[in-house]
């Protein structure tokens, strides 16, 4: 345990530091600040524009850096010659790379949590109404971070930084149109067809249920019942992508 602490700490310092991770933080602030501008031009729905694109800069940003952190780690240990330190050492290749993966997550938690402040003072300053739903909606972000991460981590244990940054990103996307593929394939002629669109369905990340930022936006109310089976959704698709990247991590020769 304590390796596993000492390596989780250590990811997160060294994301800390990098640089894109301030640059992001940065622009995430100046977004979150501009979106009040956004907001006075249209004052009939000033509560809903501002929660609509708070929430949305603080997705867009923390995609984007989720997508960075977890396609380029082993990549940045290989390059800077740490990894054959490491694994060099009585750490198991499992442990290491569970440790880096809980240290790039405590990174954007760290982030989700400061720009929900930042977004929750700016609800503040202007007197509008701080709903559960937009605490839903920010925490839930954080389970979608979850998966995205465990995706390019899987990547990155047996291919380059640009192979996995751009799978994770294509999983991003088709995620969110997992619902289009289903409906797709339901009615395609084709029995194969049929087939092959409710595989790609079920073996894609469900992401739009792991979304709840139209719920924040029109403030509408999401029963637990709701919420807990994504939330075990998102942590059982994160395991298995961490045990495939564990399981081909542990095979790779790094001479």
């Known amino acids: 345990m304590r390796p596993f602490l ?20 940065a622009f995430a602030l100046g977004l979150l600040v501009a ?33 960075f952190l977890s396609s380029g780690m082993l990549a940045r240990e290989i390059e800077r010659k740490t990894l054959f330190l ?5 750490i198991t290749r499992a442990t290491f790379l569970t440790a880096r993966f809980a240290g790039n997550m405590l990174t954007l938690g760290v982030l989700l949590l400061a720009m929900g402040v930042l977004f929750f003072g ?9 709903t559960e739903a937009q605490f839903v909606a920010i925490g839930m972000l954080f389970f979608e971070l979850l998966v995205l991460s465990s995706i390019g981590f899987a990547m990155s244990s047996f ?3 640009m192979v996995s940054a751009t799978v994770t990103i294509g999983a991003y996307f088709a995620g969110h149109l997992g619902g289009d593929i289903y409906e797709m ?23 739009s249920r792991l979304n709840y930022r139209v719920q924040a936006t029109y403030e509408l109310p999401t029963p637990l019942t709701d919420l807990v089976p994504s939330m075990l959704y998102a942590v059982a ?9 564990v399981a081909l991590f542990a095979r790779r020769d790094f001479k």
């Not at 490491?86 to 009585?90: A, F, L």
């Not at 194969?192 to 990340?205: D, E, N, R, T």
């Open 6 to 25: 000492a390596l989780t700490l250590n990811g997160f310092r060294e994301a800390r530091r990098n640089r894109v991770t301030v640059v992001v933080g």
């Open 35 to 67: 979106s009040t501008l956004l907001t006075n031009l249209s004052v009939s729905t000033f509560d809903r524009v501002l929660t609509d694109v708070g929430i949305g800069v603080m997705s867009i940003v923390l995609v984007l850096l989720a997508v």
């Open 86 to 90: 490491i694994v060099s050492k009585p």
């Open 122 to 130: 700016q609800i503040a300053l202007y007197g509008t109404v701080v």
């Open 159 to 161: 291919s380059s930084q």
């Open 185 to 207: 394939s339901r009615k395609a002629e084709s029995p194969l067809f049929q087939w092959v669109g409710k595989a790609i369905y079920y073996a894609l990340p469900n992401l």
């Open 237 to 245: 698709y994160a395991a298995v992508m961490i045990a495939i990247a």
